[in-house]
């Protein structure tokens, strides 16, 4: 179906399949995807952006649930915030369910995706860090009715790229049966971006702990050697607690590989130091580490 909206672009298609979308991207190479809108709408208010035509893929009932596939769920990347943060979708990817109850005001989480959570790929999107945890896979549908799968980080990093006529299809999680956890400093009272946010997933099978920190770099952040060094402390067979004294220590961790000191002046030069806001960040950053690691364990 073709519609006109000659004020914001020439045309407006409404698929009902994701080939069908990606066959109109491929008609219209100018025409660009939309699916709740608060991010590319917002943008054309601004006048950042004036499209020649828009393939909407509200109607796309095929990528608005989820299902089940070899352990891992596919997610529909129309699935909205406001459908993820159910209870349903909470007893399976609670952390992905805890980031899309927290991602802005409830006007947005109604028609926010999870796929334009990623296409945007800002650095405040909540479901990214979680989703860096979890090292999800996308399922990217293309011209010819072809299927690609790459990570989720890939993406974030600018390392892979969708391709023209591309769309996110599908988002592949593991499930992985254990605690996982979600948190967000946004520096204000009630909704609003992330000044840091932290994930914290556990994974029994490999024994491992897996960490990512948004919000305060272009894409999230894996602090590997912080995930190995606590996982090696955590009795996997046993209580899987911790001592205060590890929580803290695995925070302060995070937070210094995430935001590290300045490397050593050459001699005769001034020693940088970090200013008090980033010092204040890399304290805000430990501190969700370690309360996350801290739930996750209780
Ligand atoms: C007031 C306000 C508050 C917000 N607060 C938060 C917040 O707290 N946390 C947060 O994470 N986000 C927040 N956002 C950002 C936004 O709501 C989310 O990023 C949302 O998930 C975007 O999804 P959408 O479906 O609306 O994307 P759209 O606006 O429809 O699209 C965004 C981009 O993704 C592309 N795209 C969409 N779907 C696909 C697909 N399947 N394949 C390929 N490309 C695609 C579009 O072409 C466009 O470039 C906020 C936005 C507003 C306006």
Not at 24 to 52: E, F, I
Not at 130 to 138: N, R
Not at 204 to 225: K, N, Q
């Amino acid at each position: 179906m073709t519609t006109h909206a000659p004020r914001t672009a020439q045309s407006v298609t409404l698929p009902a399949s994701l080939d069908e979308a990606v066959a109109a991207l491929s008609a219209m190479p100018a025409a660009v995807p939309v699916a709740g809108g608060t991010d590319l709408m917002a943008a054309v208010n601004k006048g950042q952006l004036r499209p020649a035509g828009l393939v909407g893929l509200g109607r796309i009932s095929e990528i608005r649930g989820w299902r089940y596939q070899d352990g891992h769920a596919l997610l529909g990347a129309g699935l909205t915030h406001a459908r993820m943060g159910r209870p349903d979708f909470a007893a399976l990817i609670p952390a992905l369910a805890a980031s899309a109850r927290a991602a802005g005001p409830p006007q947005i989480r109604n028609a926010g995706t999870l796929g334009g959570n990623i296409a945007s790929s800002a650095p405040t999107g909540d479901s990214l860090p979680v989703l860096a945890a979890l090292e999800a896979d996308l399922v990217i549908a293309g011209p010819g009715g072809a299927r690609r799968e790459i990570p989720v980080s890939h993406l974030l990093a600018g390392r892979e790229m969708l391709g023209p006529a591309e769309l996110i299809g599908f988002v592949r999680v593991p499930l992985l049966h254990a605690p996982q956890v979600f948190l967000k400093a946004t520096g204000r009272t009630g909704p609003g971006r992330a000044t840091a946010s932290v994930a914290v997933v556990l994974d029994p099978a490999r024994r491992g702990v897996r960490c990512a920190v948004g919000a305060i770099a272009p894409m999230p952040l894996r602090p590997l050697e912080a995930e190995r060094w606590i996982g090696s402390l955590i009795d996997w067979d046993g209580e899987r607690g911790l001592e205060g004294e590890a929580l803290t220590a695995f925070g302060e961790y995070v937070a210094a590989a995430c935001i590290p000191d300045p490397a050593p002046a050459p001699e005769g030069q001034e020693q940088q130091v970090l200013s008090p806001a980033v010092l204040h960040l890399r304290r805000t950053v430990a501190a969700l580490a370690r309360r996350a690691l801290g739930r996750a364990l209780s």
